[in-house]
């Protein structure tokens, strides 16, 4: 039997960013530390794995330089971004900058950085790595997490930022 996904011709990748950012994403920081230096990198694609055990995952670029800092560290906090932090997102998302200039945060429970004010907090160790095309499937364990309903969630859709209300 022919394989249905060798069988077609290759999509265009400005197709595939096109149709796929008609679904709509949250935002997170995932966060660490590289010796005592906290690194962190901006990553939309965190998804819950897994209820028993408890597992996540994200998704970096192969081309992060920040990922083989923050796998490094084994312990990781996902900061779930609120709606007021898209400046905090890009800041995040730049390379070659001090990331953590003038952001507040704090020592989460397995010591990696806590963002202030994020929507949800997710303190993770790192289970599993899957090679996936031009990214690495990263999937941890969840050994504490928290969220408060203070405002919405900061949202990525067709390009830019959206929020609930």
């Excluded at 996904?5 to 950012?21: Q, Y």
């Excluded at 007021?84 to 952001?103: E, H, I, N, P, Y």
Aim: glycine letters at 8%.
């Amino acid at each position: 039997m022919p394989s249905l996904i060798t069988d077609r011709p290759p999509l265009e990748s400005d197709l595939l960013r096109e149709v796929m950012g008609h679904f709509a994403t949250g935002v997170a920081i995932i966060t660490g530390y590289d010796d005592a230096e906290p690194v962190g990198l901006t990553c939309q694609s965190v998804v819950s794995v897994s209820l028993d055990p408890p597992l996540i995952s994200f998704c970096p670029a192969k081309t992060s330089s920040s990922w083989p800092r923050l796998r490094r560290s084994g312990a990781l906090s996902i900061n779930v971004l609120a709606e007021q932090q898209s400046a905090l997102c890009r800041q995040f998302a730049a390379s070659g900058t001090d990331k953590f200039a003038g952001v507040a945060h704090t020592p989460a429970g397995n010591g990696s950085p806590r963002i202030a004010d994020a929507l949800a907090h997710i303190e993770a160790t790192i289970d599993a790595e899957h090679d996936a095309g031009d990214h690495t499937i990263v999937v941890c364990r969840i050994t504490a997490l928290s969220a408060s309903a203070a405002t919405g969630p900061l949202l990525f859709y067709r390009g830019a930022f959206e929020n609930l209300r």
